[in-house]
């Protein structure tokens, strides 16, 4: 089954066997689309879902009845079948999908490969080529192309190196 990494477990909530998670979608109530989430291939439903003041998620599963079993997921990461994800916007990607992704510039240059995408105001892509690291923002006017099919990632070389941080 193809899944795909929704959240991490930050802490319990409660003595109920609640979790506290970040969420790694665009929207937190996004996770509530997953009939069932995995957590170590271990299957949970969720029986609640909540978004709290502070912007996090709080789920409560089937199987997690108090704060002790809800202490042993401290850490890990909740994965949810990708048929269950809610359906993407044109330009919206998976960020499972675009790590790996041969970074190129419009003339075909190979500037690295994507390890990384940290999730901010504006995603950072963390690309790799001979063992040294680039972080440049995701953004429109440096990314003009995502290509799926063909693995690539293209990028405007001449606004690229203006922004990018080596």
Known sequence: MDRLIVAEVLKPQGIRGEIKVKTFTDYPEDVKAFKVVYIDDVEYKILSFRVGSDGFAYLGLRGIPDRNAAELLRGKKIEGAR?????????????????????????????????????????????????????????????????????????????????AVY
Not at 91 to 107: A, F, K, N, R
Not at 147 to 153: A, G, R, S, V
């Open 83 to 163: 048929k269950d994800a809610p359906a993407l916007e044109e330009g919206q990607y998976y960020i499972v999908d675009v790590l790996g992704l041969s970074c190129e510039s419009e003339d075909g240059e190979t500037l690295g490969t994507v390890v990384d995408i940290a999730l901010l105001a504006s995603d950072v892509y963390t690309i790799e080529k001979a063992g040294k690291r680039i972080l440049f923002p995701a953004v429109k006017g440096v990314v003009k192309q995502v290509d799926l099919q063909n693995k690539k990632l293209i990028v405007d070389k001449k606004v690229f190196d203006e922004i």
